[in-house]
Structure formats: structure tokens, C-alpha cells
Nanobody
């Protein structure tokens, strides 16, 4: 069974930074591509960044150059470093594999202008 615990969210001013962490209990974690998703109020959940098992990364256009995804396979952890945050980044952030079937509680990120 997949268990995901996200943390690190908070309230930050525009231009600030946050680092999100995800503790993932996933079988064969080191062989699993992982992603960070977000869901803003009234919007669909979207994949904003993902990282392959060999740490190749990809980002949605709106966060390129500002967000960095990384992983620590020894600790079953995934991270999202978010810099130069904007109000439109406000959302609940979740981590998961790329074929999610269940979700953790997420972590709220709120960016004030």
C-alpha cells in the first residue's frame, strides 16, 4: 500500500522560497518515477514536476527555472525546492508516482502578493 506524507508548506511572500518534502512508502521506490502535483481552489490537480528513477527531471512551463525536484532513494524521499514564488503558485501540493491511485494529505502553500 502506498503511503505519502508531504510537509514543508506554509505562508510566504511573493519572491520567497519554500522546500517541500515527501516521505514515500512505495515498493521499489528507487525504480519509480515520482512527481509533485498541485491543486489550486476551483482547479484540477496538475503535475508540475517529475523525476525519473535516474533523476532526469521535467517541469511544467509555469515553474521552469523556479522549481527544482530532487530525490533521495536511500531515504525514500522526494523534494521540491520552490524559489521566486508567485501568488499563482498558491495550492495544495502533493507528491505521488505518475500513475496515482490514492493521495496523501498534501501540504498547503500560500503565496501573498
Amino acid at each position: 500500500q502506498v503511503q505519502l506524507v508531504e510537509s514543508g508548506g506554509g505562508l510566504v511572500q511573493a519572491g520567497g522560497s519554500l522546500r517541500l518534502s515527501c516521505a514515500a512508502s512505495i515498493s521499489f521506490f528507487s525504480s519509480t518515477a515520482m512527481g509533485w502535483y498541485r491543486q489550486a481552489p476551483g482547479k484540477q490537480r496538475e503535475l508540475v514536476a517529475h523525476i525519473t528513477r535516474i533523476s532526469n527531471t521535467n517541469y511544467t512551463d509555469s515553474v521552469k527555472g523556479r522549481f527544482t525536484i530532487s530525490r533521495d532513494n536511500a531515504k525514500n524521499m522526494v523534494y521540491l525546492q520552490m524559489n521566486n514564488l508567485k501568488p499563482e503558485d498558491t495550492a495544495v501540493y502533493y507528491c505521488n508516482n505518475l500513475r496515482p491511485t490514492s493521495w496523501g494529505q498534501g501540504t498547503q502553500v500560500t503565496v501573498s502578493s
